[in-house]
T-cell receptor
Framework: DQQVKQNSPSLSVQEGRISILNCDYTNSMFDYFLWYKKYPAEGPTFLISISSIKDKNEDGRFTVFLNKSAKHLSLHIVPSQPGDSAVYFCAASGDSWGKLQFGAGTQVVVTP | NAGVTQTPKFQVLKTGQSMTLQCAQDMNHNSMYWYRQDPGMGLRLIYYSASEGTTDKGEVPNGYNVSRLNKREFSLRLESAAPSQTSVYFC????????????FGEGSWLTVV
């Protein structure tokens, strides 16, 4: 039973435009959400996170929005750059920090 | 600053063989984790160690054992490898306090034939 879902396996966006990645979850006990970026043959690297007490967190070109009532979060990348081409994983943490539930990932391709 | 280091990076095993994946972190983190990633799926937690001397099962523990040797090291053992354990394995660590970044190693690619 997948508790974190990323329904778009891939996203293609033009350089300079906005990338929007979506993530849905089912467990209302999740209280912390994270986005990770992964390049081929490397481990996931932390991108940005948000606590369930907030609805927005911003870090440079990356903004995460949380809608608790809809159990939905999204990651906005503005402007998109070719180096942003990677797989992005949404993850959630609940009863024990570090025990993350991951979505299946979204492959982002930024074209010139 | 090495962060989280995993060895080996690549391994091919025959069905029934055993092996141990090693993980070490140099950030003085309390908690360590082993995840596996399969095609089309997110990472799934195999085992974790909240602190030195403790280990607990994650989502997919069957076929694996772990040892938290000391604060730095957390190993994952496959006693009798099966083709279903062909995967990419990631070790991770984090400080105890919630909200801190979780750091991942670069991964270990394991193929069981």
């Amino acid at each position: 039973d997948q508790q974190v879902k990323q329904n778009s396996p891939s996203l293609s966006v033009q350089e300079g435009r906005i990338s929007i990645l979506n993530c849905d979850y089912t467990n209302s006990m999740f209280d912390y959400f994270l986005w990770y970026k992964k390049y081929p043959a490397e481990g996931p690297t932390f991108l940005i996170s948000i606590s369930s007490i907030k609805d927005k967190n911003e870090d440079g070109r990356f903004t995460v929005f949380l809608n608790k009532s809809a159990k939905h979060l999204s990651l906005h990348i503005v402007p998109s750059q070719p180096g942003d081409s990677a797989v992005y994983f949404c993850a959630a943490s609940g009863d024990s920090w570090g025990k993350l539930q991951f979505g299946a990932g979204t492959q982002v391709v930024v074209t010139p | 600053n090495a962060g989280v280091t995993q060895t080996p990076k690549f391994q091919v095993l025959k069905t029934g063989q055993s092996m141990t994946l090693q993980c070490a972190q140099d950030m003085n983190h309390n908690s360590m984790y082993w995840y596996r990633q399969d095609p089309g799926m997110g990472l799934r937690l195999i085992y974790y160690s909240a602190s030195e001397g403790t280990t607990d099962k994650g989502e997919v523990p069957n076929g694996y054992n772990v040892s938290r040797l000391n604060k730095r090291e957390f190993s994952l053992r496959l006693e009798s490898a099966a083709p279903s354990q062909t995967s990419v394995y990631f070790c991770a660590s984090t400080p105890l306090n919630p909200g801190n970044t979780i750091y991942f190693g670069e991964g270990s690619w394991l193929t069981v034939v």
